[in-house]
Nanobody
Framework: QVQLVESGGGLVQTGGSLRLSCVVS????????MGWYRQGPGKQRELVAL???????SYADSVKGRFTISRNNAKDTMYLQMNYLKPEDTALYYC??????????WGQGTQVTVSS
């Protein structure tokens, strides 16, 4: 089992920055890939960024050049550094982990609101 706890959301003005954190506990060795997803008002949940166990990152086109995903294995924590935030980035952001046997784990979400 894997448990995920997000933090770092909040209210920020357009152009501002936030850093989200996701603390991982449980059978961490079983994780193949981790990622951040978001769900905006009236929208479906969408992928924001992924990072593999080897550290390879990938991003949605909408956040490339503005967001950076990273992992600190010593702290069992994943981050999402978000810069140049836009109102359309407003959403509930979720941490996700997928194990090597394809089990899916989710955090409870952290709210990001960007004011114009």
């Amino acid at each position: 089992q894997v448990q995920l706890v997000e933090s770092g959301g909040g209210l920020v003005q357009t152009g501002g920055s936030l850093r989200l954190s996701c603390v991982v506990s449980g059978t961490i060795f079983s994780i193949k890939v981790m990622g951040w997803y978001r769900q905006g008002p009236g929208k479906q949940r969408e992928l924001v960024a992924l990072i593999t166990s080897g550290g390879t990152a990938s991003y949605a086109d909408s956040v490339k050049g503005r967001f950076t995903i990273s992992r600190n294995n010593a702290k069992d924590t994943m981050y999402l550094q978000m810069n140049y935030l836009k109102p359309e980035d407003t959403a509930l952001y979720y941490c996700n982990a997928v194990s090597w046997n394809s089990r899916d784990y989710w955090g409870q979400g952290t709210q990001v609101t960007v004011s114009s």
